[in-house]
């Protein structure tokens, strides 16, 4: 069984940075790709990033320039990096990690989620 446990996140003003972490844990597994997506109130579930095992970087137009993607698939570890936060990037940000399996059989993980809240 794959899990995803994430950290970070929190309060900040408008302009600033937080950093997310999230580390995928398990055995008998890889990793093709972690994603950070996020969700705000009435909103759907929307892709921010992602990072393919190898090594193939994907950003949402709304945070191009202002987020950076990062990780260590040997690790099974991804950072979300985000500057010059606005008010709109509030909401709960969910770290996915898509694993495969020798059998081989493959599924999607999720983390439980961290709140982001941009004041202005």
């Known amino acids: 069984q794959v899990q995803v446990v994430q950290s970070g996140g929190g309060l900040v003003q408008s302009g600033g940075s937080l950093r997310l972490s999230c580390v995928a844990s398990?055995?008998?597994?890889?990793?093709?790709?972690m994603e950070w997506y996020r969700q705000a109130p009435g909103n759907q579930r929307e892709l921010v990033a992602k990072l393919t095992s190898g090594g193939m970087i994907t950003y949402a137009d709304s945070v191009k320039g202002r987020f950076t993607i990062s990780g260590d698939n040997a690790k099974k570890t991804v950072y979300l990096q985000m500057n010059s936060l606005k008010p709109e990037d509030t909401a709960v940000y969910y770290c996915?990690?898509?694993?495969?399996?020798?059998?081989?059989?493959?599924?999607?993980?999720w983390g439980q989620g961290t709140e982001v809240t941009v004041s202005s």
């Open positions: 996915a990690a898509d694993w495969m399996t020798g059998v081989p059989e493959v599924g999607r993980a």
């Open positions: 398990g055995s008998g597994f890889r990793i093709n790709a």
